[in-house]
């Protein structure tokens, strides 16, 4: 039964892996997005606090 011999398959698994794990990580960390998030409201917001009527 040949599919139960792993030699063909470890190898082709530990390949795999390589490219996972070296290849496309700075591939994708490279990637520059065309819309970069912008703040929009600049100015703080003051908060209040809660009045609690049961303290």
């Known amino acids: ?6 030699t063909p398959w470890l190898a082709i698994m530990a390949f795999t892996w390589l490219v996972f794990l070296v290849a496309l990580p700075p591939k994708i960390m490279a990637h520059l997005f ?3 998030a912008t703040s929009q409201d600049t100015e703080t917001s003051k908060t209040q ?6 303290l």
């Open 1 to 6: 039964m040949p599919q139960l011999d792993p």
């Open 34 to 36: 065309s819309n970069e």
């Open 49 to 54: 606090t809660w009045n609690w009527p049961w």
